[in-house]
Nanobody, 122 residues
Framework: QVHLVESGGGSVQSGGSLRLSCVAS????????MGWFRQALGKEREGVAG???????TYADSVKGRFTVSQDYVKNTLYLQMNSLKPEDTAMYYC????????????????WGQGTQVTVSS
């Protein structure tokens, strides 16, 4: 059974930074893909950042240039460095993962964590 646990959320002022982490326990030793999503109150969940099977990093347009995703495949840990945070980044942030990619090289995202709250004040 795979369990994803996020950490690193908190409250910061606009312009501040946070680094989120997500540890995947019970995941295969290799080939486990992960990505970040977020859901603001009253809004639909959206993809924030991911890593394709060819290593390409993908980002939502709203976070490009401010957020950086990285993954330690040995530790099965996913990170999200968030800089220049804005109030509109306020949301519950979730990591998701899977042990397969679809035909487009996108992670399957079967497994989900419980989320970590990020609140950015103006």
């Amino acid at each position: 059974q795979v369990h994803l646990v996020e950490s690193g959320g908190g409250s910061v002022q606009s312009g501040g930074s946070l680094r989120l982490s997500c540890v995947a326990s019970g995941a295969p030793d290799s080939g486990f893909c992960m990505g970040w999503f977020r859901q603001a109150l009253g809004k639909e969940r959206e993809g924030v950042a991911g890593i394709r099977s060819d290593g390409t990093l993908t980002y939502a347009d709203s976070v490009k240039g401010r957020f950086t995703v990285s993954q330690d495949y040995v530790k099965n840990t996913l990170y999200l460095q968030m800089n220049s945070l804005k109030p509109e980044d306020t949301a519950m942030y979730y990591c998701a993962g899977d042990d397969y990619y679809n035909e487009y090289g996108v992670c399957g995202y079967t497994f989900w964590g419980q989320g970590t709250q990020v609140t950015v004040s103006s």
